[in-house]
């Protein structure tokens, strides 16, 4: 089974629309984080958000936030008031523990290639 | 300062020829990390280095050798490569293993 899943290949939104990017997990782990991280066609892998599995509010950070619903294993990212320069591949990841022999290394999703338009 | 740098930016190289990517981050990270990522796939772990030593290889071929220098430092040595081979690597550091992972520009390499 994916332990990282992003069903939207590609999404379009008009700039200055809110847009909500979806990310569904599996992990037998109590502790584990979330992250998601944007690639603009530069290459470089920008860190937007994290969610640790503990914690009881969603996390927030400027125009994103994420809306994390533990029981339904989901984490999706919210970018409101969306600007031409969000246009960019957006990655979900995971972090799991020890418990899982994870090693806590990073298993990412398949990603979603966002595009804003005028 | 969340800064990870990478040199150079673009290579290419030939099957036979010998190079090395650099990455070096002042942010008193003591984790680093090497990726492999082809286009329009995420990102693939290649080698973990926690507290200067490796602590992940993901079975990655011999022809890719990591080195960590110093803390500041993690150098990938090529050699022999494939065409394969061909990607964008991507540097990473973090505080500890357990921390947000701080990723560098990348370097595009093309083997010919």
């Known amino acids: 089974a994916q332990k990282i899943t992003q069903t939207q290949p590609g999404m379009f939104v008009q700039e200055k629309e809110a847009v909500t990017l979806d990310c569904t997990y599996d992990?037998?782990?109590?502790?584990?984080?979330l992250f998601w991280y944007k690639q603009p066609s530069s290459g470089e892998m920008i860190f937007l958000i994290y969610?640790?599995?503990?914690?009881?509010q969603n996390a927030t950070e400027g125009r994103y936030s994420l809306n994390f619903q533990k029981a339904r294993k989901s984490a999706n990212l919210v970018i409101s008031a969306s600007q031409l320069g969000d246009s960019a591949m957006y990655f979900c990841?995971?972090?799991?523990?020890?418990?899982?022999?994870?090693?806590?290394?990073?298993?990412f999703g398949t990603g979603t290639q966002l595009k804003v338009e005028l | 300062d969340t800064e990870v740098t990478q040199t150079p930016k673009h290579l290419v190289m030939g099957m036979t020829n010998k190079k090395s990517l650099k990455c070096e981050q002042h942010?008193?990270?003591?984790?680093m990390y090497w990726y492999k990522q082809k286009a329009k796939k995420p990102p693939e772990l290649m080698f973990v280095?926690?507290?200067?030593?490796?602590?992940i290889n993901e079975s990655v071929p011999s022809r890719f050798s990591p080195e960590c220098p110093n803390s500041s430092l993690l150098n990938l040595h090529l050699h022999a490569l494939q065409p394969e081979d061909s990607a964008l690597y991507l540097c990473?550091?973090?505080?500890?293993?357990?921390?947000?992972?701080?990723f560098g520009p990348g370097t595009r390499l093309l083997v010919l």
């Open positions: 990473a550091s973090s505080q500890n293993p357990r921390e947000t992972q701080y």
């Open positions: 992990t037998s782990d109590p502790s584990y984080g």
């Open positions: 969610q640790g599995s503990y914690d009881q």
């Open positions: 990841a995971m972090r799991e523990g020890a418990l899982t022999g994870g090693g806590n290394k990073l298993t």
């Open positions: 942010m008193g990270h003591r984790a």
């Open positions: 280095y926690s507290y200067e030593k490796l602590s």
